[in-house]
């Protein structure tokens, strides 16, 4: 099993930054990959970015040059740094990962932290 606690969310700006963490506990050795999606009120969650265990990146086109992924030195964590807010940002961004062992598999969610941005 794998745990995952969000924080970072609030209330920000239109233009403004924000930087949300990611804390991973449990069987973290064979996390995959881990990423970020959110799901804004009326509509289906989408994924924001990826990253791989290896270092590899993707992002939702809307994000790129605004957003970065980055994990911490240990494998339990993972951010994601948030530029140049838009309104159309606004979400409840979830943390997610992917456990591999064997030939089985596993997602995971965090609970979720809202982002809201407005002046």
């Known amino acids: 099993q794998v745990q995952l606690v969000e924080s970072g969310g609030g209330l920000v700006q239109p233009g403004g930054s924000l930087r949300l963490s990611c804390a991973a506990s449990g069987s973290i050795s064979s996390i995959n990959d881990m990423g970020w999606y959110r799901q804004a009120p009326g509509k289906e969650r989408e994924l924001v970015a990826r990253i791989t265990s290896g270092g590899s990146t993707i992002y939702l086109d809307s994000v790129k040059g605004r957003f970065t992924i980055s994990s911490g030195n240990a494998k339990n964590t993972v951010y994601l740094q948030m530029n140049s807010l838009k309104p159309e940002d606004t979400a409840v961004y979830y943390c997610?990962?992917?456990?591999?062992?064997?030939?089985?598999?596993?997602?995971?969610w965090g609970k979720g932290t809202l982002v809201t941005v407005s002046s």
């Open positions: 997610n990962a992917v456990r591999v062992w064997g030939s089985m598999g596993a997602t995971y």
